[in-house]
């Protein structure tokens, strides 16, 4: 099924593209609509369709501005152009930007399913060509790109000898010049080991990354996609890595088998820096490899406390062991203990409660350092009377390391994740307090919030398990079943009320929520 969204600054329009035809009996679905380029794109952002439908003429942004700016950062959406018989001139430039159909007004609905129709047969042949996983694999081991992986593998690991960078890039096509870099990893996965799930999908990434602006992809390993990312500015470079992310999260999970970890290490200003940027992302995925599900992870949102995990340097190495160990290695810590106690026989209580003092040492280190006090969260390991007990044999010792390792992980990975409780309730509040203004949208929550809308869209979805959309949908949703059950309010003073812009558009979405039309709901109630 292929995803439809409609822009149109004419309600009308937008209604009867809406309401008279059967989406889902045509094998496609119906994602959302907008009255203005502007709000637009800040939706396609996050829902990304697989065919837009917009009109040419439009206030703020118009429909070739539109089209122009999402062929940049999502290309696999299908574009086609509603316009007037006087819009020729238009018509050309579509053309130019890549547009896959332009229909005249007046127009029927068969002339909408006949375009759509042409979209999805483009979106199934050009989905075909790009997993060609064959031609992705010639590509690979053509001369020019393994000696340019060669050179980007030695400039991200450090080893590239720096005084001649430039003039070697340069001779391989490779445009480094900038003044800010980031480094992006994604880690491909097939949820059920099916390798040819995961070549498909990266087959499907390789093809796309090529046309990322300002951007250099390259795959190191099979299933890990690396991406070394340039900007002007800070926030610019921000914005496009975490589109970038959102991209590839979106390519990789349309195969329902297959999930993305991607990390994203810190900024840096200098080619001789990108080691340490490309080391930052790559301790972040090695903390994250046991994750199951798509998740984007950045080193800015677990430096966003005063302290930081990754710069915890103490010289005890169970203190730099737990800051990166997963659950695989509770198990392999233990077996080295018991290692450690069985080189002295005779001596377990007096090893056993030197590794269990050490381990408590080493666990208070990390709990501290991410901002927690272990006499509040777990007193008990404190007690001397608590490593007596542990070490009465071996069993209990096993049994006490694995509670102790197993806390320590999970309190870990429970802060890095969930930093971000400020500025969701902040974000949440302002919707609430700002849902009736039709221009309460991603990006002036992001602005509000203080990040960039591609990295706030990011944090919401995943601190909230829902998109941002959905979220202000449902609140400007709950409030109108508020109003139709306490007030005699009309239906379209309703919607205005609750920050829809088109009547017939808030009856649509209420019933798509509701089960029921507002004035059934009302009836009901």
């Known amino acids: 099924m292929y995803s439809v969204f409609l822009v149109d600054d004419e309600p009308i329009v937008l209604e009867g593209i809406r309401t008279k035809i059967d989406f889902e009996a045509s094998n496609f679905k119906f994602a959302g609509e907008a009255t203005d380029g502007e709000i637009a794109l800040s939706m396609i952002n996050e829902i990304k369709p697989d065919i837009l439908i917009t ?38 430039k579509a053309i130019s930007i890549g547009i896959e159909d332009y229909i005249l007004k007046p ?50 690991h450090g080893s590239q000898e720096m005084s001649n960078v430039m003039q070697k890039s340069q001779s391989l096509g490779l445009d480094l010049i900038s003044r800010y870099y980031k480094i992006l990893i994604s880690k491909i996965t097939s949820n059920t080991n099916n390798i040819n799930n995961q070549e498909t999908v990266c087959s499907l990434l390789n093809s796309y990354s090529s046309t990322w602006e300002q951007t250099i992809c390259f795959f190191n390993h099979n299933n890990h996609l690396i ?41 840096v200003e200098h080619l001789s820096s990108l080691s340490e940027a490309y080391s930052d992302a790559k301790k972040i995925l090695e903390l994250g490899k046991e994750n199951k599900t798509s998740k984007i992870i ?14 915890l340097n103490e010289s005890d190495p169970m203190v730099e062991r737990l800051k990166y160990a997963v659950k695989n290695d509770i198990s392999i ?10 080189k002295n026989p005779g001596q377990f209580g007096f090893v056993a409660s030197y590794i269990f003092a050490d381990l408590i040492f080493a666990v208070s280190k990390l709990v501290e350092n991410l901002g927690g006090d272990i006499k509040e969260i777990k007193p008990e390991i404190l007690q001397r009377s608590f ?17 102790i390792l197993t806390f320590a992980l999970d309190y870990r990975d429970s802060k890095i994740t969930g930093k971000y409780g400020d500025v969701i309730l902040k974000a949440k509040k302002y919707i609430d307090e700002n849902y009736k203004d039709q221009n309460t949208t991603l990006t002036t929550v992001a602005d509000v919030v203080c990040l960039s809308p591609n990295h706030f869209s990011t944090i919401f979805s995943q601190e909230c398990k829902t998109t941002f959309i959905e979220y202000l949908t449902n609140v400007r949703i709950e409030n109108a079943k508020r109003l139709i059950k306490e007030t005699d309010m009309k ?24 089960g029921l039309s507002p004035r059934e709901f009302k009836n009901n109630n």
């Open 55 to 92: 009109d040419i003429k439009m206030p703020f942004m118009d429909g070739l501005e539109l089209a122009s700016t999402v062929k940049k950062t999502q290309p696999w959406i299908k574009i086609i152009i509603l316009s007037g018989h006087d819009e020729f001139d238009y018509a050309k």
């Open 491 to 514: 239906g379209y003073d309703i919607a205005y009320e609750c920050g829809f812009s088109d009547p017939h558009y808030f009856s649509y979405i209420f019933k798509k929520n509701t």
């Open 333 to 342: 810590i233990i077996e080295e203990s018991m290692e450690l106690i069985k």
């Open 107 to 156: 127009f029927t609905s068969d002339d909408i399913l006949s375009s759509l129709k042409k979209a999805s047969d483009e979106i199934d042949k050009e989905r075909k060509q790009l997993s060609d996983i064959s031609r992705m694999k010639e590509e690979l081991k053509s001369s020019e790109h393994l000696l340019q992986k060669e050179f980007l593998n030695n400039l991200i």
């Open 387 to 403: 490593i007596e007990t542990a070490v009465q044999n071996e069993e209990m010792f096993q049994k006490e390391m694995k509670s």
């Open 227 to 267: 991406c070394i990312c340039k900007g002007n500015n800070q926030d610019e470079l921000e914005e496009n890595i975490y589109r970038i992310a959102e991209t590839i999260e979106h390519i990789v999970t349309q195969n329902e088998d297959c999930s993305v970890l991607t990390t994203i290490g810190k900024t």
């Open 298 to 311: 950045s080193s800015d949102d677990i430096q966003e406390t005063d302290t930081n995990l990754l710069q």
